[in-house]
């Protein structure tokens, strides 16, 4: 399902839901009621129409934050080769081994390569000073002027992960005899070879409620197997995978939808930064400075520069 954030008025008349601000974001998801084809909610305060409970489609200028040639940059390529970087050798980017011990052989080799791949194109990211611009200059401004422009512009605090991944879902297609291979879709918890990332919620890894996640490929599209398949409501199991062109990020709940991006069957590989944005009237300061979700730390605040 693909929806932008403007959805039709008869779809949005099947159900309000009017959260108060001090509510998490992921409380709307456990109501047990009929996924309407969007709702509104309530984001730091904010009313917003969302698709599938939790979903909606935000738009950057691609000429003002320059991602994809950012990204290409920083792995020597061209930004139309970007998502055929499954065609390159892990050589070129890491001199890394790694064992694998299942599948047969031939499923071992492929799974080698595309895994050193991976780490590789993973390094060579983390090494890059474009990855320090990324983080210092286009991150702060996509987040005060994009997501809190549309979605949260009442707020005096915009807390934002401060140092998200890029991930780079290398593309493994389906080889002759593996016809009847099980890549996992729908997803059903299993982790089969190729799994970026298994089944979970962001809550499981200790995320407060209050995060709302953004999804942001660099690639120039976005389906299928190498996207990231969400449900579109807390356990009900729904899975999609957003569709997205470059240019365009997902708001959605990874706190408490389910998610999972299983092997990557198609032909394009998918690279894309997963960020996480708390309006300031959500966050509760952690008690004692203790734990990994600290504000100076993990987060930092989008909106601290104007202020100062
Ligand atoms: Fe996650």
Not at 4 to 15: D, R
Not at 252 to 263: A, I, K, L, M, V
């Amino acid at each position: 399902m693909r929806v932008h954030g403007g959805a039709s008025g008869g779809q949005l008349t099947s159900l309000v839901l009017a959260l108060s601000c001090a509510q998490p974001l992921c409380a709307s998801f456990s109501l047990g009621l009929e996924t309407p084809l969007s709702t509104r909610q309530i984001i730091g305060g904010q009313e917003l129409k969302l698709a599938r409970n939790h979903e909606r489609i935000l738009t950057f200028d691609t000429k003002e934050f320059p991602l994809s040639e950012l990204v290409a940059d920083a792995l020597k390529c061209k930004p139309d080769e970007l998502d055929q970087l499954h065609t390159r050798e892990p050589e070129e980017f890491t001199t890394e081994r790694c064992k694998i011990r299942s599948g047969n052989a031939n499923t071992r080799a492929s799974l080698r390569r595309i895994e050193l791949l991976r780490r590789g194109l993973t390094g060579a990211w983390k090494r890059s000073l474009q990855k320090r611009t990324w983080e210092n200059e286009y991150l702060p401004r996509i987040v005060r002027d994009v997501v809190g422009r549309e979605v949260m512009p009442e707020q005096e605090r915009l807390i934002y992960q401060r140092s998200p991944m890029l991930r780079f879902h290398v593309a493994w297609p389906l080889a002759e005899d593996e016809a009847a291979y099980d890549c996992g879709v729908p997803p059903t918890g299993g982790r089969n070879p190729g799994t970026l990332a298994g089944l979970h919620t962001d809550a499981d890894y200790g995320h407060p409620s209050g995060e709302v996640n953004f999804f942001l490929p660099v690639n120039p599209d976005t389906f299928g197997t190498n996207s990231l398949y969400v449900e579109g409501d807390a356990m009900r199991g729904d899975f999609e995978p957003f569709e997205l062109k470059y240019g365009e990020i997902m708001l959605w709940n990874g706190n408490s939808c389910r998610h999972c991006s299983p092997r990557n069957i198609s032909s394009r590989t998918r690279i894309s930064f997963d960020f996480r944005v708390m309006p300031g009237s959500d966050w509760v300061d952690p008690p004692k400075k203790k734990g990994y979700f600290q504000l100076g730390g993990y987060y930092a605040d989008a909106l601290e520069e104007r202020r100062k």
